[in-house]
Each structure stands twice: as structure tokens, then as C-alpha cells.
């Protein structure tokens, strides 16, 4: 087992607090938007041992098979698969979406052939991976996440053209309306979508129009609304034009599903999902990638059609992902992707000495202690981890337990979802 030392990424949109206050630290005096963890070469963790430490991806490509396990290696290559995150979203992301594997690579392929570099603004595929992921909220979390219904959408865009009668904007957002009424749904979202993501300076007037109009309309002097989900949904409107006035994405959050996750609630995202999270502290898993396609709320680089060609048109509920218990009692979140599975590793504190948790590994794992204390216990020796601190645990240490501390332990273990990982051979 071995110690990290992790990447601590300063994106504008992070928290300059939450995530030092959670791990126990004083703040970087930065926004600290996402603590990576993992051997993404992008940010590695490194391996510490004394006063060396080596990039987890240099000491993993130096015996992949010790260090992932055969059944890794032969389904994801000599590289770890996924990749975990502390992220603290202090103002909204990006709308974005990820790509299913066969476009990443082919996008990354064509690319790499055109001679665009990696580092280039407009480049859009970083790495060769796609990147499916999931998000354990630690704190109330809030989202936009997948298609609504057309019919709620088109109500929500019937009800801005109210607001907005006899302007300009009452065109544009009567014709999203109409094109939401079509017959059938995966076309009429694409249609509305595509009218607004294409839609130009009268889109990008419109937007001002409705969020001056809906900020009115929820004032304490104004109409107030109906206090529902629509009214959420025209909030999130007003607030994301305050801070991306006349951004077409402002408009296309009303076409996606509002999210508000409490604390210990889970849901995953698939290829092909738009999504932007919006303000909340979680736990963030993903495959091994940094493959984004924006659709706005961004001042970075948006290429439309390569956006059109990678989201999936459909309606759908909020994929949640509820917690499995395993035959050891371990609580394990499995979305449908086999590049990882998440376990949360809860015990409070109560006079005994708690029992041993075993760590679910299907290959390699790694570590993450965000509260109390634990020791990790291998065939091949033990490591001590307080808050705040991370470990890697090499498929070649398996099986591996946690004893947490006399004060308890919250962490968090990743490894593969090859199979529905036991933790003991």
C-alpha cells in the first residue's frame, strides 16, 4: 500500500473553502474546485514514501499486472481505470455531456491525425477514454441531469411567454414551445435543443429578456409563482443568467431535469447525458478521462456539431443509484459502467473497537479518509490513514481491511465494477 499525494485543481467555479474544511486543512487561498485521485496523467496522485514520491501512473505502467490485477489489465489496458474526486462546486459547471467510447476514440484519433494539440482551446478530446461517471452528494447537491419530459418543457416555455408577451423573446420562446409539442419526443428535443443551442443573437436576446421578466415575476413585489418545481426550475434561469448573461444554455436548462440531492443520495451519468451541477461538495467517480463537449454556461470553447452528434435525445428520469449491501455488509454504489464502483465506509464512533470493514476490491483500489481515522490491514503490512489522507492499494495486497479509529470513520474506497467485489478472496 502506499500514501498520496493528491492534485488539487483551482477552477473558477470552486469553493475557496469547502474543500479544505472537509478534509481538515487550511485553504490554498484559491478556489479549490476538485481534489483529483487517481493516475490520470493529466494530475496523478504520487506515490509517497519518505522524501520520494513517483506518479501513480509511472509506478503503475512499471508492473501493471501487481499493481491492477490480469482482469484489469485485459479489460482497460495498463492503466487505471477510474478515477475519484473530491469536487466543491461554489457556481455552476459547465453544460456538458461525455461521449461513449467509440467516439472517443475516433474523435481523439482524427485529432491526433489533424495535428491539433492537446492544449489547444478548441481541441475536444483530451484522451481516448470515455468518461461515464457518478456523484455521492456529501453536502445538499444541486443539478440539471438529462432530458425532462417535452410536455414539462413546453408548459415551462408557454408559461415564459407570459412573461415576456409582446417582445421579441415571445417568439423565440413560443417556437421552442411548438417545437417541444411535436409528435415525437426524441425529435422535438433535438428540435429545441438545436433551436437554442444555434440560435444566435435572438436566442442570446431572449435569454436577457426571460431572466429580466422571470426575476420580476419571483421578486417579493411581483406575481411570487407558484413555489412548485417550475418556479425551481425559473430560479435556476435567473441565476445562471446573472452569471452567463445571454448564454443559450441558460434557456436549455428549462429543457432538462432540476436536481436536488440530499446528503448520502447518488445518481450516475451515462454517455450522451447533458448535465451541469450547479453548487454542492461530493464525492466524484468517473472512468479515467477528461473528455468534455460543452453546450454553454462557459466562456470555453463550444463546437455544436460535435455536440449534436454526442447527445443521446431522449427523455428520462433522474438516474439515482441506491446503495447495495454486500454478504460482508459492505455499502457499495454500482452503476452500470465497469471502470469502478464506489463503497462508503461509515462507522461512528461508541466506546468498543469497532469491527474491521473489508475493502471491496476487484483489482486495484484506492483510499480516501474524509473524517476519523482508519488503518488499513493487507497479508503484506498495515498503513495508517487520518483525515484527509488517501491511499493506493495494489490488486497484488488484496484482501485488505479497515479498522477504523476509536473516534470512527467516514471513507470512501473505489475500485473496478468487473465484478460485484466482495473484498475477501
Known sequence: MHLLSNTLRDYAWGSPTAIAALLGREPSGRPEAELWIG????????????????????????????????????????????????????????LQVHPTLDQARAGFAAEEAAGVDRSAPHRNYKDDNHKPEMLF?????????????????????????????GTDAAEVTEQVAELL?????????????GRLIEGGRDV???????????????????AHGSGGDDDAALRTVVDLAAQYPSDPGVLISLILNRVGLAPGEALYLPAGNVHA??????????????????????????????????????????????AQESDLGQELYRPPFAEFQLQRIAVAADGSRPAP??????????????????????????LALGR???AFVPDAEAPALAHPGPEGVLAFAVTTGLRPASGLA
Open 277 to 322: 451541477y450547479l453548487k454542492g461538495v461530493g464525492i466524484e467517480v468517473m472512468a479515467s478521462s477528461d473528455n468534455v463537449l460543452r453546450g454553454g454556461l462557459t466562456p470555453k470553447h463550444v463546437d455544436v456539431a460535435e455536440l449534436l452528434r454526442t447527445v443521446v435525445f431522449a427523455p428520462s428520469e433522474v438516474p439515482m443509484l441506491a
Open 181 to 193: 409539442r411535436g409528435p415525437d419526443e426524441a425529435a422535438a428535443l433535438a428540435a429545441a435543443f
Open 357 to 382: 470493514v473489508p475493502v471491496a476490491q476487484a483489482g486495484a483500489a484506492v483510499v480516501l479518509v474524509v473524517d476519523g481515522s482508519l488503518t488499513l490491514d493487507t497479508p503484506k503490512g498495515d
Open 204 to 222: 442570446r436576446s431572449c435569454v436577457d429578456a426571460v431572466a429580466a421578466a422571470v426575476g420580476i415575476h419571483l421578486s417579493p413585489g411581483g
Open 39 to 94: 493516475a490520470h496523467p493529466d494530475g496523478p496522485s504520487r506515490m509517497v514514501d519518505g522524501e520520494t514520491s513517483v506518479p501513480l501512473h509511472e509506478a503503475i505502467a512499471a508492473d501493471p499486472a501487481a499493481a491492477l490485477g490480469p482482469e484489469s489489465v485485459e479489460a482497460f489496458g495498463p492503466r487505471l481505470p477510474f478515477l475519484l474526486k473530491v469536487l466543491a462546486a461554489d457556481s455552476p459547471l459547465s
Open 137 to 165: 452528494a456529501l453536502t445538499p447537491f444541486e443539478a440539471l441531469c438529462g432530458f425532462r419530459a417535452p410536455a414539462e418543457a413546453a408548459a415551462l416555455f408557454e408559461r415564459l411567454t407570459g412573461l415576456v408577451a
Open 388 to 390: 484527509g489522507q488517501s
